[in-house]
């Protein structure tokens, strides 16, 4: 039977970059080495690919699904990667690089643009599930959204909207359908609702949040802290659920439907019953749990005969800044487009002259009065 849904964690003990566990039985599935992953990195790319950032360096670690072929490919970051997303399409992969978003093509590596997104470093980025905004969170304590637009460099950047609830560095944060629940070390839990830029909810728990994540249907999310707690707190009623079973702060948290999957400092990724809090199964690792996520695993995956004609996609070395020759191209495209523009605003005009005739009369007739005008005029001045 083809495992669809799986646990993927990476740790820090560098001895397996990503790791992929069946959530049913908590065995084992496949693993991934080579260098590991800086917190909140870890993406996929139509299910081809798996992307993620190093810790330890300024490059990105890229793997296919096609495990017969395992190997790490690397490619180098314009700097040090603190966060990472790709769109759900695929198409766009946006990384938080100090105060900055960079946003990148995925099938041809083209850089679209950088932008200064905050005045602290930037700490999660997401994207709406349409793709076409990017969402960031920084030590600031600040959210805004971002659309993809801004990130051409002939536009302005500006949010759509910004969120400024917090006080203190915001520590996590997710974003499920229109709703945006973000995490600070203040203890401060916010939900904003991306249609009407409002603040729906806000949650003071007191004490040092890590991670949140929300359930598909909206109703509940799900707080982790770094005395090892985990709360399901209800959006419906307020009432909470406590899990207990780390001995370390909670990293990071995933939801599905029915199951939580948590990553601790304690060396563990916990797998638990979503709705009523009991431990299904452990996943033990060789140092802290820094990335956890529910999501999908090819079901051919492992098959060398099923994958041997599957084409791949596209994915190219991100471009690392621009290059003469882009900012050129840019430029003379954008005159291109002005001149354009301007011809076709034009020509209305000229055809209006040609429509509007005047008479030879009429226009002796000003001829005379603009010979007097002038005769007048000169007289006034060389009587002065």
Request: charged share 20%; glycine share 6%; with cysteine.
């Amino acid at each position: 039977m083809a495992v669809r849904n799986v646990a993927y964690t990476t740790d820090g003990a560098g001895n397996y970059n990503v790791r992929v566990w069946n959530l049913e039985t908590g065995g084992p599935l496949s693993c991934y080495t080579g260098g590991v992953s800086q917190p909140r990195t870890l993406s996929f790319i139509k299910g081809d690919y798996i992307l993620s950032a190093q810790k330890d360096k300024t490059a990105f670690s890229l793997w296919s699904f096609r495990q017969y072929e395992q190997s790490t490919r690397r490619f180098a970051a314009p700097d040090k990667v603190r966060a990472l997303a790709v769109s759900p399409s695929g198409n766009h992969c946006v990384a938080g690089i100090g105060c900055e978003l960079y946003l990148w093509e995925v099938s041809t590596g083209a850089l679209i643009g950088s932008i200064q997104a905050h005045f602290q470093p930037v700490t999660v980025v997401k994207f709406t599930d349409d793709g076409t905004s990017v969402i960031s969170a920084s030590h600031d304590s600040s959210v805004s959204v971002w659309p993809i637009d801004c990130f051409h460099p002939d536009e302005i950047p500006e949010p759509d909207m910004t969120f400024k609830d917090h006080n203190q560095a915001i520590q996590d944060m997710c974003v499920v359908g229109s709703l945006v629940t973000s995490v600070s070390s203040a203890g401060l839990l916010t939900v904003h609702s991306l249609q009407t830029g409002c603040l729906e909810y806000r949650k003071f728990f007191g004490k040092v949040i890590d991670s949140v994540d929300m359930t598909p249907s909206m109703d509940a999310v799900f707080v982790g802290f770094k005395e090892g707690t985990i709360v399901r707190l209800s959006l419906k009623d307020e009432s909470q659920l406590e899990f207990v079973g780390h001995n370390g702060p909670v990293r990071c948290l995933s939801v599905s439907t029915h199951l939580l999957l948590s990553g601790s400092d304690d060396a563990t990724a916990r797998i638990w019953d979503a709705e009523h809090g009991h431990l299904l199964q452990t996943l033990r690792h060789d140092g802290a749990v820094t990335n956890v996520r529910i999501a999908s695993f090819p079901s051919n995956a492992l098959s060398k005969e099923a994958n041997k004609s599957k084409a791949l996609a596209s994915v190219c070395n991100f471009q690392r800044a621009f290059s003469k020759s882009d900012v050129t191209r840019q430029s003379h495209d954008r005159l291109e487009e002005e001149q354009e523009n301007v011809a076709i605003e034009v020509k209305p005009c000229e055809r209006a002259q040609e429509e509007l005739s005047i008479p030879p009369q009429t226009r002796d007739m000003m001829k005379k009065i603009a010979i007097a005008n002038t005769d007048i005029v000169n007289f006034v001045v060389a009587s002065l």
